[in-house]
């Protein structure tokens, strides 16, 4: 099974703030990686997949980088709507895609 | 817009089966393009993959759940379900439903991530 770390398990910014979530791999996933934003009650939103395609409606300030067993998803200017948790998920090894354990983005 | 929902029972005594299904609306469940998922959140903590279905039947499960899960699609109704057994107090979670793509960005057959969820529907285990 491939395990995703995610790092920082939290992040206490304000808004207007550049918020960079790390994830990484125990071994190398090419560039099969999503990341997800989770607000309480609420399904997971797709933001980023192929490690750098932004989904469907995602903003700008949402940006995807990395390859092999490094990633990054990047918030440009933290919008009050942005504090979540953001969760990265691989498939590399289909029929078992994981998720990483998430990152909380709260307010500083 | 394709929406997803969960409908089931709430509560499912320990060593029964737990029995889900995702309603698929705006869109039909017959495409070769994607693939119909479940994954849970046990309270407080993170995701978990169940498993995936495609419309012509073929499944996958998660190896740690295979021995007890068992999807099925019924296209009639635009729907696919999920089977859980021999359930304990570990398999409170909430469960969703999602679509997920079988191609990546360049084509390739690579399916993983999940493009659309359900709501979510929280499914306790407890006598």
């Known amino acids: 099974e491939i395990v995703l770390t995610q790092s920082p398990a939290t992040l206490s910014l304000s808004p207007g703030d550049r918020a960079t979530l790390s994830c990484r791999a125990s071994q190398s996933v090419s560039s099969s990686l999503a990341w997800y934003q989770q607000k309480p009650g609420q399904a997971p939103r797709l933001l980023i997949y192929?490690?750098?395609n932004r989904a469907t409606g995602i903003p700008a300030r949402f940006s995807g980088s990395g390859s092999g067993t490094d990633f990054t998803l990047t918030i440009s200017s933290l919008e009050p709507e942005d504090f979540a948790v953001y969760y990265c998920?691989?498939?590399?090894?289909?029929?078992?895609?994981?998720f990483g354990q998430g990152t909380k983005v709260d307010i500083k | 817009q394709l929406q997803l929902q969960e409908s089931g029972p709430g509560l499912v005594k320990p060593s029964e089966t737990l029995s889900l299904t995702c309603t698929v609306s705006?869109?039909?469940?017959?495409?070769?393009?994607?693939?119909w998922g479940w994954i849970r959140q046990p309270p407080g903590k993170g995701l978990e993959w169940i498993g995936s279905?495609?419309?012509?039947?073929?499944?996958y499960y998660n190896p740690s759940l295979k021995s007890r899960v068992t999807l099925s699609v019924d296209t009639s109704k635009n729907q696919f379900s999920l089977e859980l057994s021999s359930v304990t107090a570990a398999d409170t979670a909430v469960y969703y439903c999602?679509?997920?793509?079988?191609?990546?960005?360049?084509?390739?057959?690579?399916?993983?991530?999940?493009?659309?969820w359900g709501q979510g529907t929280l499914v306790t285990v407890s006598s």
């Open positions: 999602a679509r997920q793509n079988i191609y990546d960005s360049r084509g390739y057959e690579t399916p993983y991530y999940f493009d659309y």
């Open positions: 279905v495609y419309f012509r039947g073929s499944t």
């Open positions: 998920q691989q498939g590399s090894n289909w029929p078992s895609p994981t």
């Open positions: 192929d490690a750098s």
């Open positions: 705006g869109d039909s469940i017959i495409t070769s393009s994607y693939y």
